[in-house]
């Protein structure tokens, strides 16, 4: 059974996710976002490769290691109140730390990644399990996210692409959204859901949407939230 995925962000008015490109220029909406966060009361929080290399702190791991690990998951802790999942299929990431704001670092991989990375991993106590041979198989992560950690509400909290997988797998079940008085109103940035090229011709499996509540918040926040039907 997956989890409860809520997609959880903050945009300026048409949709863009990237607050430096916003005008007229405004406070960062984190103070929000953070509260707004810890009362979704999520187990776990997801974002992709490049929304988690922002937190990393080393360049890079060695590169070769005397040790073989079986492609099984292994977890530092399963005690958590809450998680820090990231998407990083290929192993590119080296975290130099084992928690982000006190969440302990899980990462989903796939199997085709190096003995070294893993080394590196387990040096700097982080989790990681498997989900995929040579790609990502995202339904079987949140699957893996309830069966070994209990995870049973997720925060999707982006970017765009890791959000808009999601979304066309017909995973999504929430949107909590804060639209920001705010507009990019420029082309190139990332959106709430965006798509890699090669996914451009994919529809969501969408079949209805429905608004669950609004708030106004100071400074003409205003915090949506929807719940989402799939096929």
């Not at 989890?3 to 903050?10: G, L, N, Q, R, Y």
């Not at 040579?134 to 949140?142: G, H, M």
């Not at 209990?150 to 909290?157: P, S």
Request: hydrophobic share 40%; proline share 6%.
């Amino acid at each position: 059974m997956k989890p409860h995925v809520i997609v959880h962000m903050s945009t300026s008015i048409d949709g863009r996710t990237l607050p430096p490109r916003w005008r007229p220029e405004r406070p960062n909406p984190t103070p929000f976002y953070d509260r707004l966060h810890e009362e979704l009361g999520g187990d776990a929080w997801l974002v992709g490769r490049i929304t988690g290399q922002e937190f990393a702190k080393k360049d890079a791991y060695a590169t070769h290691t005397n040790e073989t690990f079986p492609r099984a998951p292994w977890f530092a802790r399963r005690d958590a109140k809450a998680y820090g999942v990231v998407l990083d299929g290929h192993g590119k990431i080296a975290w130099g730390r084992s928690d982000i704001g006190g969440d302990p670092i899980v990462v989903v991989l796939t199997e085709q990644v190096s003995d070294a990375h893993l080394a590196g991993l387990r040096a700097d106590g982080v989790s990681y399990f498997f989900a995929g041979k040579a790609e990502l198989d995202i339904r079987l992560a949140l699957e893996t996210l309830n069966h070994e950690l209990g995870v049973k509400r997720l925060l999707l909290e982006g970017g765009g692409i890791t959000n808009g997988i999601l979304l066309r797998a017909g995973l999504v079940d929430e949107v909590s959204l804060l639209v920001c008085p705010c507009i990019d109103g420029a082309p190139g940035a990332p959106s709430l859901f965006d798509a890699a090229r090669e996914e451009e011709g994919q529809r969501a499996r969408v079949q209805s949407i429905e608004l669950m509540s609004s708030e106004a918040l100071e400074g003409g926040v205003v915090w949506l939230r929807y719940q989402i039907r799939n096929r």
